[in-house]
């Protein structure tokens, strides 16, 4: 009787931590978003858009918006462009009420599988399926309409399982004629290619980009001069030379080059730029959709990131450019119970033994 009295004792013991819950509280943070990583992928161009909190439902707890959009600007500015994060990942439904909390918050551009009918955003909508193995829409990636944005999906952890990234996918983009963007980026850039002001006189063209105070980003915006009439020199206000830009860059930045209809240019909110020609001229201009008057836009939204560097870890070389959507992580807080288990194991189990010892001992003495 005294054999099972302690076999139940020393179970019960053991069996204990293992049926007592693992209690989840208050929310945690992703340190990387601040360090190392965090500060690398907002020199490249990536820009820190908002998911919501781990496990929750904007639908069902709208505070969670303004929330996610505060953790964010606590810890790192949204874009190089501007510090408040513009874009929103949300359900495929969104009611009435978290349609004005996005509003309320200052949220601009939301997708990207979104079926509810919206004018209140500029929706963006996944249409280059993801960077999953064997998951990308290739017939779409090599057969793209020009000026229009390829949105891919990313998720670099299911649960506990790894996501294999599809490398000929990633192989296609990172050699294609494309612009790497984000949501917030591209959304940006057309508005201002469409308040550059533009004005001449006989050999001269100003070119004129205002700053929007009311804007929450200040993007550079591109337009093509198409003229014949040899150019000399294009310099800011002050005189010096405006930068040149390459055929081959493919992330968005200040400067101009030729090309066969005339001159592509892209300008920084609050500059000024002259550009002299040869002789008078003639001449037409259009805003440009895409940087550097490049075929088409991508970018690659990461989901439910929780952890940047797991999200990251496959691109850091990668020229692509990403648009993370930031997930609050939850905070995993042990329950109070285990320690005091704990100890109890660690003072019962030698005292346990050395008893049965010594009951042994005095049985065989018997």
Known sequence: MEVRSVGVFLLVIFVTPLLSPTVIADWDDDNWLWNLIGPERLEHGDEFACHGYEGKDINNDN????????????????????????????????????????????FLIIGDNLKTETDDFFVIQRNGGSLE?????????????????ISIYW?????????????????????????????????????SSSRILVNSSNNTINLQLPVDFDSSWIVPGSLIINTETPISSIQYLN?????????????????????????????????????????NLSYTYNPLKTFNDLHHSVTIVGHHVKNLHEWASDFYDSPLIFTWLIERPLALEMNWRLPIIAVAILIATPLTIKWLVARDKNLREL
């Open 155 to 191: 998720e670099a952890r299911i649960f506990d399982l790894k996501v294999r990234e599809d490398k000929t996918a990633i192989e296609l983009l990172e050699n294609q004629n494309v612009w790497y963007t984000t949501w917030g980026e591209w959304y940006s850039h057309n508005l």
């Open 63 to 106: 505070n969670v918006i303004k929330s996610c959009k505060n953790y964010l600007t606590e810890h790192t500015n949204s874009s190089r462009w501007g510090v408040e994060p513009i874009s929103f990942g949300v359900p495929e439904i969104i009611t009435n009420d978290t349609v004005y909390s996005l509003k309320e918050s200052g």
């Open 239 to 279: 005189g010096e030379n405006f930068p040149l830009l390459s055929e081959d860059s493919k992330s968005l930045k200040e400067g101009w080059r030729l090309v066969d209809e005339g001159i592509i240019l892209s300008i920084y909110p609050g500059n000024e730029v002259v550009l002299n020609f040869e002789h």
């Open 133 to 149: 193995k064997n998951a990308a829409n290739i017939s779409l990636l090599e057969s793209a309409e020009k000026d229009s944005l």
